[in-house]
């Protein structure tokens, strides 16, 4: 089934975080870049308007008829795990995957899913401070708390908040392929990828941080971050900076927030990550990103990224 009809089902309480990742992937018209439109509604599972968990209120023309229409639907958040959703909107969850359609849950959307019985024998993710409860209340669904998202055949389900942005995107890129799905990441400003297989936990690349230093060391970092493949030692990068080691690596961490080694570390993953996405084999990456052998480099980047290299590559930039 072709994905072009999308809804976005919500009840009172809804989550508003959650929601507006789905309106942003799926919701907004981007065809004058030649990316796909969808048709896209939100549905109300209540009785409108519907109030949020922040106090302010939603109203919408779609009822759950709308979604007998729909070849995604999505459930972002649910406003209690220990309270059943409505039957209407469960019997809805249910005809949908009965008659071909995809489901997808943001964070505790899952619960919504379970009672609904669509992951009954399958493998589902959810906010790793829900997984416990999800696994007690609904033993015959196999979680897996320590993932970010999980597609098991037409039901994906994905961990707390931002982690949905990778399950719909992830969605996006298999309909229509890596560079629909980067164009609309780089539109959100949000990586194009993380393998639904990370770690929940990750930990990001350090940013050079607004701190007092910044512009006496920026130089030096510029310099750095195009000369990656080189040896960065600590001792060399503060003789080119003029300072001793000692200094140095002071007047780095009030600079950056962090140790000259973690910078660097961290520069290299990122370079690597899209040197990858340009196709590069392995052993190229690891080269010009600096940990000179692909050991190291998968090494790294599994540490840093939960995903390998390899994995990486095949996912974002479709290859081998």
Do not use: K
């Amino acid at each position: 089934m072709a994905l072009t009809n999308v809804v976005a089902v919500v009840c009172d309480g809804f989550a508003a975080f959650e929601l507006g990742v789905v309106c942003e992937v799926f919701g907004l018209d981007r065809s004058d870049q030649g990316l796909p439109v969808y048709d896209f509604a939100v549905v109300a599972a209540e009785p409108p308007p519907l109030r949020s968990g922040q106090g302010f209120r939603l109203d919408t023309d779609h009822r759950l008829d709308r979604v007998a229409a729909a070849d995604l639907v999505c459930i972002p958040a649910w406003r209690s795990v220990g309270e059943r959703p409505p039957e209407a909107l469960l019997q809805a969850v249910r005809d949908a995957v009965g008659r071909g359609a995809r489901v997808l849950s943001v964070c505790s959307g899952a619960f919504v899913l379970a009672a609904a019985g669509v992951l009954d024998g399958r493998r589902a993710t959810t906010h790793w401070r829900h997984a416990a409860e999800l696994a007690e209340r609904y033993p015959q669904v196999d979680v897996d708390p320590d993932v970010l998202y999980v597609d098991d055949g037409p039901v994906i389900t994905s961990a707390g908040t931002a982690a949905g942005i990778d399950a719909c995107l992830h969605v996006v890129r298999q309909e229509h392929g890596v560079a629909v799905a980067g164009a609309i990441a780089r539109r959100m400003v949000v990586p194009p990828f993380r393998d639904g297989g990370q770690a929940q936990y990750v930990e990001a690349p350090v940013p050079l941080q607004r701190r007092a230093g910044t512009a006496e060391l920026a130089p030096l970092l510029d310099w750095a971050v195009v000369h990656l493949d080189q040896e960065l030692a600590v001792q060399d990068l503060a003789r080119r900076a003029h300072m001793s080691p000692r200094t140095f690596a002071r007047r780095f961490r009030e600079a950056t927030g962090t140790t000259p080694h973690r910078w660097v570390l961290a520069q290299r993953v990122g370079h690597a990550q899209r040197l990858l996405e340009q196709g590069l084999a392995v052993e190229e990456v690891a080269r010009r990103s600096g940990f000179g052998s692909a050991a190291t480099l998968r090494s790294a980047f599994a540490r840093e990224r939960g995903t390998s290299p390899s994995a990486y590559a095949r996912c974002f930039a479709g290859t081998g």
